[in-house]
């Protein structure tokens, strides 16, 4: 795609990039660009915000289209990397790693989410068609569909053998149902893809077959949306939307001290603003009060061993947390194995001292991913 310039007319569906580069995002309406403006993301990643002026006359980009009749794995990177969902795409089709198996989890990783639950159960035909695009785009022939165990019944039309997982959190966290469901144990610094598995969220690969049959990208997104008293409901909603404008839309105030989090409760991320918007892959919008979320404290570690007890990664909590505290990230990876963890947050949940550990977990991988690559250049 073109760089994008303010001014610009685009259409519904049209990949939109700002340095003529590989990355894009799909425009969700019709309109023209109003304004390109620096974007804080998570951990202070800078990020860029695209404002379009909606018209009132839709006109839909073409260009998949006339490049669906070739569903090869550079036409999926090349228009739905950004589409509902993100499906994974980065390796299909990768002849030095090839992918064998692809996963299609009908199961929402953190509690109270029921985003990919329902896409399966509502989308089966699209989720079925998202199947037999990639099988063919990427030669992929063994297929897993994962859901509940209770609901293990109904899905084996779709198009894969149907794998139930315990509803305990969190049993369906892709490391977790290598081990449990496919006996592998996924090393530290390791993915599923490099033993041969794709996980794909059940709405992405809808998205997949929808976009074919249509010749269409999807621009809107389902999501979980759990109110301050733990209500949730499902909302589809344009990918782009301010989260502000959703919860105005669903009579949900948000007043000072109020958390904002994308995602779930275990493993969700609070945002700072009601401007920030709804991304391809955020199955869950959240509102805690004040008085509900977990206040965190500088009390030290009491060496009560909760965290320990329901680490799933078998990890040294209590003593790894000491060396992020003092901001020895490396020091806690090689020691205490910081790579392992899953970022569950079950540590966190139990932890009678409130350590945010989770967040100084997350905070650490981060800072580890801005090191490493220069670090391994200059070796």
Do not use: W
């Amino acid at each position: 795609p073109a760089a994008l310039k303010i001014g610009d007319t685009v259409k519904t569906g049209q990949r939109l990039a700002l340095y003529g580069g590989a990355g894009y995002v799909i425009a969700p309406v019709t309109g023209t660009v109003a304004a390109v403006a620096p974007f804080a993301g998570d951990f202070g990643r800078d990020e860029t915000a695209i404002t379009i002026t909606a018209s009132s006359i839709e006109a839909r980009d073409d260009q998949f289209a006339d490049a669906r009749r070739e569903p090869s794995p550079e036409t999926l990177r090349s228009f739905l990397a950004a589409a509902p969902g993100r499906p994974a795409l980065e390796r299909l089709g990768d002849p030095q790693r090839p992918l064998k198996t692809l996963v299609v989890c009908g199961v929402d990783e953190d509690l109270l989410v029921v985003t990919q639950q329902h896409v399966l159960r509502a989308r089966s035909h699209e989720v079925a068609s998202g199947i037999r695009v990639l099988k063919q785009a990427a030669g992929i022939e063994d297929v897993v569909i994962l859901t509940l165990r209770e609901a293990v019944q109904g899905y084996g039309h779709i198009g894969g053998r149907v794998v139930g997982v315990d509803p305990v959190y969190p049993s369906a966290h892709p490391s977790l149902v290598m081990y449990h469901i496919f006996g592998r144990e996924v090393p530290a610094g390791q993915t599923p893809e490099d033993f041969g598995f794709c996980f794909m969220r059940a709405e992405a690969v809808a998205a997949v077959g929808a976009a074919f049959e249509t010749g269409r990208i999807p621009v809107t997104k389902v999501l979980t949306l759990i109110a301050r008293d733990g209500t949730a409901r499902l909302v589809e909603t344009l990918i782009g939307t301010r989260v502000g404008d959703i919860f105005e839309r669903y009579g949900i105030a948000v007043v000072a001290g109020d958390r904002i989090v994308f995602g779930g409760p275990m493993r969700g991320k609070a945002a700072y603003s009601l401007d920030q918007p709804v991304q391809p892959d955020t199955d869950a919008l959240m509102v805690l009060d004040a008085a509900s979320a977990s206040q965190v404290s500088e009390y030290p570690c009491v060496n009560c061993g909760e965290c320990v007890r329901v680490c799933p990664a078998r990890m040294q909590i209590n003593l790894l947390v000491r060396y992020l505290e003092a901001g020895k990230y490396e020091d806690g990876a090689e020691s205490y194995d910081l790579d392992s963890c899953v970022e569950c947050g079950l540590c966190a949940y139990v932890c009678v001292s409130k350590i945010p550990i989770l967040q100084y977990i997350s905070l650490a991988k981060h800072e580890l991913a801005r090191v490493r690559p220069t670090e391994d250049a200059n070796a």
